[in-house]
């Protein structure tokens, strides 16, 4: 089993990052799949969530109108994309499958800053 985020980077604040997720050796379109960010130090929080075949999506507050989530279960792929992106956003971003298991992946940086 692989989840490998991909996409993350260095970006000023305003600008746009996609990230990508590729998932293999399990039923990628069986799984909800999440995206979460963590801080060093702080607790890993939820950003954003997508159900199995895409239809229902949910976001933190904080990402609301910014990000958006979407799969490809064609690709086994779930991305994120970031618009308008704040300081604030700057973490450590990691992708998530679950259904009776869990796995994640390894994570991606994503620094915000001018």
């Known amino acids: 089993v692989q989840l490998v985020e991909s996409g993350g980077g260095l970006v000023q604040p305003g600008g746009s990052l996609r990230l990508s997720c590729a998932a293999s050796?399990?039923?990628?379109?069986?799984?909800?799949m999440r995206w979460y960010r963590q801080a060093p130090g702080k607790e890993r929080e939820l950003v954003a969530a997508?159900?199995?075949?895409?239809?229902?999506?949910n976001y933190a507050d904080s990402v609301k109108g910014r990000f958006t989530i979407s799969r490809d279960n064609a690709k086994n792929t779930v991305y994120l994309q970031m618009n308008s992106l704040k300081p604030e956003d700057t973490d450590v971003y990691y992708c998530k499958a679950v259904r009776a298991v869990e796995y994640w992946g390894q994570g991606t940086q994503v620094t915000v800053s001018s």
């Open positions: 997508i159900n199995s075949f895409g239809g229902n999506t």
């Open positions: 050796g399990f039923t990628f379109s069986s799984y909800v």
